[in-house]
């Protein structure tokens, strides 16, 4: 098991504090609810840094936060970065 980065642990906690909900896509692309009132592009970033860093999900996709409304959002890209990622289309000889 990793040790947690202190940063990433502080991250974790503020983003968790925020978190309403988490729904799952079809493709096993995770978006999040936000609590009214916060920066859905913050916690865009924050999404981001989370996912990336604990590397259980293997595969790319675009993703969101928004907010409890559903009035403001953010958009985000996640990058698995696992080895056999484009593999089958033919990018790895």
Excluded: C
Excluded at 1 to 28: C, H
Excluded at 31 to 44: H, M, Q, T, V
Excluded at 62 to 73: P, Q, Y
């Amino acid at each position: 098991m990793k040790a947690e980065n202190p940063d990433l642990s502080l991250v974790r906690q503020k983003f968790d504090e925020a978190l309403i909900d988490t729904i799952w896509s079809e493709t096993g692309a995770p978006s999040y609810i936000i609590k009214e009132g916060l920066d859905p592009e913050e916690y865009s970033i924050m999404a981001k840094q989370l996912l990336e860093a604990e590397q259980i999900i293997a595969h790319d996709f675009t993703s969101e936060v928004r907010n409890e409304s559903g009035s403001k959002s953010a958009k985000f890209d996640y990058k698995s970065g696992w080895f056999l990622e484009g593999l089958g289309e033919g990018e790895v000889e």
